[in-house]
T-cell receptor, first 116, second 116 residues
């Protein structure tokens, strides 16, 4: 089946620095990718939808300048947390679909970000 | 945005028994998809089962089945012959069709513990 690889699985960074998370579709072309954030014992909250070759669509309340999303190819989307602060510490998960395949959502394994 | 309600934050079931997880949602669309995902301690999101709203027949996948009541906007998950490996967070997720993107909205989740 379709596989989405997400790296790194965990990262610790200092407050004020930036960190990049990669999401790759390994055996299919992902025209659309989604980025979620999950706090401990809570649900997944959609942050943004990225389409290959166009600007990402951010959900209400998500800071575009803080969470930069780039989807430059059909197999790679990146999320960069800029000027990270401790409140950005969370679990970030990406998901990809190819076109509009029914039920074709594949999730990455997630990235645990800790900002110290 | 859709509203998804999972009224059971936590549930426990003994091995080999049957358990039902509830989910209600709100949508103005007539055609859509519904999904149940599980998130075990590894935090990898795994598709359990999906239902197409235009199909009256309830979906079944081995030990997992749904009770889809479209008029009531209810989508419950039944797990038969529960196994220890079923221990996980379970999320109900309607698929919203908006523009060119199809995004999932996750419920608050139900933590299921399968005991000996």
């Amino acid at each position: 089946g379709a596989v989405v690889s997400q790296h790194p699985s965990w990262v610790i960074c200092k407050s004020g620095t930036s960190v990049k998370i990669e999401c790759r579709s390994l055996d299919f072309q992902a025209t659309t990718m989604f980025w979620y954030r999950q706090f401990p014992k809570q649900s997944l909250m959609l942050m943004a939808t990225s389409n290959e070759g166009s600007k990402a669509t951010y959900e209400q309340g998500v800071e575009k300048d803080k969470f930069l999303i780039n989807h430059a190819s059909l197999t790679l989307s990146t999320l960069t947390v800029t000027s990270a602060h401790p409140e950005d510490s969370s679990f970030y998960i990406c998901s990809a679909i190819a076109g509009d395949v029914e039920g074709g959502y594949t999730f990455g394994s997630g990235t645990r970000l800790t900002v110290v | 945005a859709q509203t998804v309600t999972q009224s059971q934050p936590e549930m426990s079931v003994q091995e080999a028994e049957t358990v039902t997880l509830s989910c209600t949602y709100d949508t103005s669309e007539s055609d859509y998809y519904l999904f149940w995902y599980k998130q075990p301690p590894s935090r990898q999101m795994i598709l359990v089962i999906r239902q197409e709203a235009y199909k009256q027949q309830n979906a079944t996948e081995n030990r997992f089945s749904v009770n889809f009541q479209k008029a009531a906007k209810s989508f419950s998950l039944k797990i038969s012959d529960s196994q220890l490996g079923d221990t996980a967070m379970y999320f109900c997720a309607p698929r919203e069709l908006t523009g060119t993107a199809s995004k999932l909205t996750f419920g608050t989740g139900t933590r299921l513990q399968v005991t000996l």
